[in-house]
């Protein structure tokens, strides 16, 4: 059975806000750069491929999700890039209990987040680091450097990788462990990040992701920014050279 979702009350993004236009887009995704610089990446060539992966991996589980439940319509099976709690909804939604997946165990929105924010000692993957010195008074920033960065990393080890499952793995490829300095701070972006939607952005352009980045590209060529006029985040260029495999 394909996963679908469930919802009780509220919208998708948890809200009824809606960017018409990318002035508003623009100064949202703005108020989330500013979290990013007070929280250890204060230039454009920190934030901007911090904040590349995290968009990235939003719209992949809900392009994913709309996967899922058109071929739940016509009766087909189908697999995830990701495997939950690994899944943006599991891991990185705000937690709510009014929206859930139907997909066997019908859990809520942002159950693994809860799960590792309000009951850290229950997680089984935290436990192995108890006594190895590593600080875990932060354990869903602990959870996502030293469990969930590294299974995106070697999916596509797997001799039966997808196609989709390398390019995630190359879009991680150059990231060890996240930029940002606080679990608070990290939560913070991650709710920002998750009312990005094609529900919530006006969809003058195919992609969300392309109206952030235009707006982002702006703002990168101003007068004493770092990230020069032209500025691409590497882990995308990476992940572009690995799919069209230019010849040399």
């Given at each position: 059975?394909?996963?679908?979702?469930?919802?009780?009350?509220?919208?998708?993004?948890?809200?009824?806000?809606?960017?018409t236009?990318?002035?508003?887009?623009?100064?949202?995704?703005?108020?989330?750069?500013?979290?990013?610089?007070?929280?250890?990446?204060a230039?454009?060539?920190?934030?901007?491929?911090?904040?590349t992966?995290?968009?990235?991996l939003?719209?992949?589980?809900?392009?994913?999700?709309?996967?899922?439940?058109?071929?739940d319509?016509?009766?087909?099976?189908?697999?995830?890039?990701?495997?939950a709690?690994?899944?943006?909804?599991?891991?990185?939604?705000?937690?709510?209990d009014?929206?859930?997946?139907?997909?066997?165990e019908?859990?809520p929105?942002?159950?693994?987040?809860?799960q590792?924010?309000?009951?850290s000692?229950?997680?089984?993957?935290?436990?192995?680091?108890?006594?190895t010195?590593?600080?875990?008074?932060?354990?869903?920033?602990v959870w996502?450097?030293?469990?969930?960065?590294?299974?995106?990393?070697?999916?596509k080890?797997?001799?039966?990788?997808?196609p989709k499952q390398?390019?995630?793995?190359?879009?991680?490829?150059?990231?060890?462990?996240v930029?940002?300095?606080?679990?608070?701070?990290l939560?913070d972006?991650?709710?920002?990040?998750?009312?990005?939607?094609?529900k919530?952005v006006?969809?003058?352009?195919?992609?969300?992701?392309?109206?952030v980045?235009?707006?982002?590209?702006l703002?990168?060529?101003?007068?004493?920014?770092?990230?020069?006029?032209?500025?691409t985040?590497?882990?995308i260029?990476?992940?572009?050279?690995k799919?069209?495999?230019?010849l040399?």
């Amino acid at each position: 059975m394909a996963a679908t979702r469930k919802k009780k009350n509220g919208s998708d993004n948890g809200n009824n806000r809606k960017y018409t236009s990318q002035q508003s887009l623009d100064s949202y995704i703005y108020s989330a750069c500013d979290i990013m610089r007070r929280s250890n990446c204060a230039g454009a060539l920190q934030y901007i491929p911090e904040l590349t992966w995290i968009l990235f991996l939003r719209i992949l589980d809900e392009r994913e999700q709309e996967e899922a439940e058109n071929a739940d319509a016509v009766g087909f099976n189908f697999t995830p890039s990701l495997e939950a709690p690994y899944r943006w909804r599991d891991w990185a939604a705000p937690y709510d209990d009014s929206l859930f997946n139907l997909d066997g165990e019908q859990r809520p929105q942002g159950w693994k987040r809860h799960q590792i924010t309000e009951q850290s000692k229950e997680v089984e993957e935290l436990k192995k680091f108890r006594d190895t010195g590593i600080d875990l008074s932060e354990p869903f920033k602990v959870w996502v450097d030293l469990i969930f960065i590294p299974y995106l990393k070697q999916l596509k080890n797997s001799k039966d990788a997808t196609p989709k499952q390398k390019v995630i793995s190359e879009v991680m490829s150059g990231i060890d462990r996240v930029r940002i300095d606080s679990q608070k701070n990290l939560l913070d972006i991650l709710d920002k990040i998750h009312e990005i939607s094609s529900k919530t952005v006006d969809d003058t352009h195919i992609f969300p992701l392309s109206q952030v980045f235009e707006g982002l590209l702006l703002r990168m060529g101003e007068k004493g920014n770092d990230g020069g006029q032209f500025f691409t985040p590497r882990i995308i260029i990476r992940a572009m050279v690995k799919v069209i495999r230019p010849l040399a």
